[in-house]
């Protein structure tokens, strides 16, 4: 039986995640591979995962290729471009709250819509989309806008459309070209998965509902509103609901944290299970991923 196939959209990069005693250990990881990793361990075997990137062909770009196989990823979508290289991040700790590093400005991945032929041939493969605010800010303007009209046509084929904002405010020239960008990531998905901090940051929301209401008005069907250890808020234009994450005293590194939780609720929606329970699933799954160093669980 053909597989139904979902395509996740974004960079992969080298990730160097702590080791103790100054010592860091090589990894590959970035936000919407991190889903898709998480996709493939909790979709049933009538799903594919693909990943939609750029890398080089140089020796680590071949690493990360096969290392992309070996999770059970489907690569046919992944463009090699001679003279580029994968980029590089450190994962900072203090506690378990991360930050990052980045080597990336010239990373191959910023050519991932570059040509029209290669983002047409992954549009046609997949039934459903994942992509990222991290995704939309390393593409060079006229890509972003390419990438943008072709989930606008997915959504408009009655196709899923999952977009996490991530916003990283660093990647983007100024705060109007991110929120606009960010707005237009919105406008052309069906679920949309904010993390509250970001966006009150961002966009000076004053509370999850604001956040919600925000995207629900971009035309987005169902919004899950993450906030770390507070509750996460689902809602839709009909119903809102509160779902409190565990409580986790032994988290270590929350690199990968909203990564997982959408590869989790994804992957219930996906299967038909109703959004409070979904949010359940991402809760557990994330709960999981912080107890370990980096981003993917290995
Ligand atoms: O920050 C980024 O661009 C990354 O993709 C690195 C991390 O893997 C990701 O942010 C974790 O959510």
Redesign the pocket.
């Known amino acids: 039986m053909p597989k139904t196939i979902i395509v996740s959209i974004g960079e992969c ?1 080298v ?1 160097l995640a702590s080791a103790g005693d100054g010592l860091y250990r090589k990894g590959f ?3 919407t591979l ?1 889903t898709a990793w998480y996709l493939r361990r909790e979709l049933g075997p009538d799903w594919a995962v693909a990943y939609l990137t750029a890398l080089g062909t140089d020796g680590t770009s071949d690493e990360m290729q096969a290392f992309f196989a070996d999770a059970g990823l489907v690569t046919d979508h992944v463009r090699r471009i001679p003279e580029r290289m994968p980029g590089l ?1 450190m994962i900072h700790l203090e506690g378990a709250e991360r930050s ?1 590093s980045y080597w990336r400005d010239s990373a191959a991945a910023r050519l991932l819509a570059a040509d029209p032929a290669h983002l047409a041939r992954a549009f046609a493969a997949g039934d459903a989309f994942y992509f990222s605010g ?1 995704t939309l800010a390393i593409l060079p303007a006229p890509d972003r806008q390419r990438l943008i009209e072709s989930l606008g046509a997915a959504k408009a084929a009655g196709k899923t459309v999952a977009f996490d904002p991530n916003i ?1 405010p660093r990647l983007w020239p100024n705060p109007a070209e991110m929120r606009d960008a960010i707005t237009a990531g919105a406008s052309v998905s069906t679920i949309c998965l904010p993390s509250f901090p970001d966006e009150e940051a961002a966009f000076g929301d004053a509370s999850p509902d604001a956040t919600a209401e925000r995207y629900l008005g971009c035309g987005v069907g169902e919004v899950v509103v993450k906030d770390g250890a507070d509750p996460a808020l689902v809602a839709t234009p009909k119903h809102r609901e509160r779902i409190q994450p565990a409580t986790i005293t032994d988290a270590v590194d929350t ?2 944290a ?2 997982s939780f959408n590869a989790g609720y994804l992957a219930a929606r996906l299967a038909g299970v109703p959004a409070p329970d979904a949010v359940r699933r991402g809760h557990a799954l994330a709960g999981e991923v912080v107890r370990h160093y980096g ?1 993917l669980i290995r």
């Open positions: 990069m990730e990881a970035g936000d991190n991040y990052f991290i990283r690199t990968g909203g990564d981003a």
